[in-house]
């Protein structure tokens, strides 16, 4: 059962790693460039064993109550533990207690409570600002979220101004059903003009199994990837 599923992962990470090779020639670009993060999300921490032992070293997660035991179960793993999902504020303690990095800071409020909880825990949280990329109606549909575009730079300052937090960058998720690329395009805008306060925020966390090539080409330094390495997943556990 294990090996069966460990060559199933293995083949999931070739096939990815393949694509992101391609792309990064394409763009003119170092496979180097990009951090691989396996988005875990519905999948057992067996599983984050077996791809860690696959040689990645980043996952993601985008629920507290799911990511908290999985990253418990694996502290013996070295990895560098992503919360890619959308944040209560009344969560940001647990958070902070785990995750290495956080995607998905949208509001000052957020960042305030991360900010008090890392300081709490004695860690250092490094935090992307989430950017709604949908053309109308900003954090409206369920589950996206995001800062308005006008709103990034203070929430950026806000964030390298707070103890216990360091800015990294900006990430996006590409609105549903369109042509990816004209929000990556914007997303690379944004990031580069926020780098000009904050020369080392230099993440931009943008691509998925269904978009990554595209967010390559538009300058993405991190991927967050489930299905195209994991599989599909099951029904959410509650
Ligand atoms: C689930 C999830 C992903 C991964 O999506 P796939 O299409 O399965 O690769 C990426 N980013 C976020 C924020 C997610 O919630």
């Given at each position: 059962m294990t090996g069966e599923r460990r060559a199933e992962l293995a083949e999931g990470i070739a096939g990815?790693?393949?694509?992101?090779s391609a792309a990064c020639a394409a763009a003119g670009r170092d496979d180097d460039e990009i951090t691989l993060i396996a988005v875990t999300k519905t999948f057992p921490?067996?599983?984050?064993?077996l791809l860690a032992g696959l040689g990645l070293t980043d996952v993601g997660e985008n629920r507290d109550q799911e990511a908290r035991p999985k990253a418990a179960e694996c502290a013996d793993l070295l990895l560098?533990?992503?919360?890619v999902g959308r944040l209560q504020t009344n969560k940001a303690r647990a958070v902070a207690g785990y995750a290495d990095v956080v995607h998905s800071v949208d509001r000052p409020r957020l960042a305030s409570a991360l900010s008090e909880a890392a300081v709490r825990a004695g860690r250092t949280l490094r935090?992307?600002?989430q950017v709604s990329l949908d053309e109308a109606a900003p954090s409206e549909g369920p589950g996206r979220g995001g800062a308005s575009p006008a709103d990034v730079p203070a929430l950026a300052d806000a964030i390298a101004e707070a103890g216990g937090l360091e800015f990294g960058g900006v990430m996006a998720v590409a609105p549903l059903g369109a042509d990816p690329v004209p929000a990556f395009t914007r997303l690379a805008g944004i990031a580069e003009r926020v780098r000009r306060n904050h020369p080392g925020a230099r993440i931009v966390s943008a691509g998925m199994s269904?978009?990554?090539?595209?967010a390559i080409a538009c300058g993405a330094t991190h991927l967050r990837v489930g299905t195209a390495l994991l599989g599909g997943r099951r029904a959410i556990v509650r």
């Open positions: 990815v790693r393949a694509r992101i921490a067996s599983d984050v064993r560098t533990w992503h919360f935090c992307l600002v269904g978009d990554l090539e595209q």
